[in-house]
């Protein structure tokens, strides 16, 4: 067995002992190696061309309709509580590579205080793949902006957007979600499909796993899980961290 295959099946032992986990026939890996083929890797640098994108994105997986609200408690294991409130705007913002994304904001707070504010950028192409676009960032401490860092956009100083969720997520299907050298190099990779996720905001079925690494923390290894018209309702720190990030509310977009 591959170290790769090792990784994957270590894990999904790793998710069955923490709750029930079905995997069902999301393709094999002749399809989803032909999904692979189109789908950014590395730090290799793609042409996007803006007729091909749009900010309406409807990916039945991660539909982003505006006003859509996601609230979700993280925990890391030690006794620590933050919040997390991810809100889909009605603003857009043109990037410099000529690509209309929607501005996604999130606000992580502890103890009613900011921890770290984010606008998201995010686009989906013709096909229904989410492409990730960029971010701006600020980490507070006390009250005041700490830091910047992790700041970053598609076509600025040679970041490289990537994908955020597959159109047709299949097992085995891997690609960049980001490319920031140095900064964000986080990679992502179907590991199952028709899944299940248990969370305080319900019980959820047909769900998409994902594993999520970055060479810049090779040692670290999150999964996530995507529930068919909602979202993100999980994501489980399972290696070189303790964590546990649970939908707690969730509210569509009109």
């Known amino acids: 067995m591959s170290p790769g295959k090792r990784k994957i099946a270590i894990g999904i032992a790793l998710l069955s002992a923490l709750f029930a986990f079905g995997c069902g026939g999301g393709g094999g890996e002749e399809s989803g190696a032909g999904a692979t083929q189109a789908l950014p890797q590395g730090s290799e640098e793609v042409d996007l061309r803006p007729s091909d994108f749009t900010a309406e994105i409807d990916n039945p997986y991660w539909p982003m309709r505006p006003g859509s609200r996601w609230t979700y408690r993280e925990s890391n294991g030690e006794g620590g509580v933050q919040i997390d409130v991810v809100t889909v705007t009605d603003r857009t913002r043109k990037l ?16 009613g205080h900011p921890v770290e504010v984010t606008d998201d950028w995010y686009a989906q192409d013709a096909q229904g793949n989410i492409w990730y676009m960029g971010e701006q960032t ?13 700041s970053w ?6 970041a490289q ?49 994902t594993q999520d690494t970055s060479p810049l923390e090779p040692r670290v290894v999150e999964y996530k899980f995507y529930a068919p018209g909602v979202g993100p309702v999980l994501t489980l720190d399972v290696s070189g961290e303790s964590g546990r990030e649970e939908l707690i509310d969730f509210t569509g977009g009109p």
């Not at 410099?96 to 103890?111: F, L, T």
């Not at 600020?138 to 992790?150: H, P």
């Open 138 to 150: 600020a980490e507070y401490e006390n009250g005041k902006v700490a830091t910047r860092e992790g």
């Open 96 to 111: 410099a590579n000529g690509i209309e994304a929607r501005v996604v904001h999130d606000v992580v707070s502890q103890g």
């Open 161 to 209: 957007p990537g994908i955020a969720l597959p159109a047709e997520p299949q097992q085995g299907i891997a690609y960049r979600q980001e490319y920031y050298a140095g900064q964000a190099e986080d990679q992502g990779e179907v590991i199952a499909t028709g899944g299940q996720a248990e969370v305080p905001f319900g019980h959820f079925t047909e769900v998409v796993s």
């Open 153 to 158: 956009e598609a076509g600025v100083d040679g």
